[in-house]
């Protein structure tokens, strides 16, 4: 937890504004899927509806993003073959990313809760982790002069 404070606190204070660069999203996912290697396996399968979008973005804030979404998708998983299917389109000058995925969903009434600090829907023994993730993505997604939403159901 004192990791997860740590990390968002120095993001909060760190300045986005100068860091901004061309980015290829379909080679970041490339990147995230080698370099996590312990958490997606070859059970799992990510798909990538090509040709993702170009963005001008700060990348390390949009890395932990996506790694976090994708990460999500594939933890809150019941499925033989969990899937986490991204996609992304221009329209009217900004950039749409969809992260979607075959996981257990989430009812309507948490879909604003899974953002707030340390909140979770689940006991540590069902899924692991510290309900800090998701914090963290809409913060960064934030700092990016984005927005982030969840449309989501149980199943």
Known sequence: ?????????????????????KVDLSRMISDIKEESVHTITPSHKICV????????TVGPYMKIVLQNLICNGLKYNQKKVPQVVIS?????????????DNGIGIHQNYLEK???PFQRLHSQQEYE???FGLTLTKHLVEKLNGEIEVVSGPG
Do not use: W
């Open 129 to 131: 982790g510290r309900g």
């Open 49 to 56: 509806q090509e040709p993702l979008p170009e963005v001008y």
């Open 88 to 100: 992304g389109i221009r329209e009217d000058g900004k950039v749409r990313i969809s992260v979607a």
């Open 114 to 116: 899974i953002f707030f």
């Open 1 to 21: 937890m004192l990791n997860d404070l740590l990390t968002f606190t120095q993001l909060t204070h760190h300045e986005a504004e100068g860091c901004f660069e």
